[in-house]
């Protein structure tokens, strides 16, 4: 069970930090990742974090302003944005899989979202 929060909304320029907290433990093969589907896109890739050894990935849209981080004791992913755009509005989802990977199929588990709207 993974729980987002921290969307709202922020002019173009600002930050934004997300927080997904899971219910349960997260084990150290485990990936956690971030979503987000754009307003009548598909579901993209932004960050993704090995939570054993904490190697990250990023979106090259998202890369240098974006960033990935746990905490391991509250089974707690973050992902801090900043100098938010307007074509980062979207609704962001957290997602635990067993995988190293971009693709969302291959996460097991996933949060309800947050909307992140960022005006310009």
């Known amino acids: 069970h993974l729980v987002e929060s921290g969307g709202g909304l922020v002019q173009a320029g600002g930050s934004l930090k997300l927080s997904c907290a899971a219910s349960?433990?997260?084990?150290?093969?485990?990936?956690m990742a971030w979503f987000r589907k754009p307003p009548g896109k598909e579901r993209e890739f932004v960050a993704r974090?090995?939570?054993?050894?904490?190697?990250?990935r990023y979106a090259d849209s998202v890369k240098g302003r974006f960033t990935i981080s746990k905490d391991g004791p509250k089974n707690t992913v973050y992902l801090q944005m900043n100098d938010l755009k307007p074509e980062d509005t979207a609704v962001y989802s957290c997602?635990?899989?067993?995988?190293?990977?971009?693709?969302?199929?291959?996460?097991?588990?996933w949060g309800q979202g947050t909307q992140v709207t960022v005006s310009s």
């Open positions: 974090l090995g939570w054993g050894f904490g190697n990250t």
């Open positions: 349960e433990r997260i084990y150290s093969s485990n990936f």
């Open positions: 997602a635990i899989g067993r995988y190293s990977t971009n693709s969302d199929r291959q996460y097991d588990y």
